[in-house]
């Protein structure tokens, strides 16, 4: 189905993560570290970039909020929809001021991961099909003129 980056530093949630993701059918990359996610994010090349990226706001090192102004930042990984994922109490807001596709609040109940990738995916879709879409109405529009 989708690639899914997940970026955790508890590692035993990350491998909760994995399972619930890769039973669903998705292809999963994880790492525990801010700096290594962002290397893993941009991947080697167009087609290894991830779908979405589940990011947890609070890591030591490079912060997730750290981590999602550098993808953002980026051209090829601008467009990636990040799922951020917090137990601090404002997290919702926090993911919401940075511009995240979606907010899980931890501890995380598998239908809600599932249901959270979801929605990034569909997020994104809209927003890749959209310029094609204006292209169409715009030939359209063209057509009409004449």
Known sequence: MARVLVINDESDLLEMMQIVL??????????TDGKHAISM???RGKDDLPDVIVLDLVMPGTSGAEVFQTLLAAEETAAIPVVIMSALPDGRERAEQLGAATFL???FDPDALNMAINDALAARRSVVSAPESRRSSDALESRALR
């Open 41 to 43: 994010a941009q991947g």
């Open 22 to 31: 890769e039973s669903a059918g998705h292809s999963v990359r994880l790492t």
């Open 105 to 107: 609040a931890k501890p």
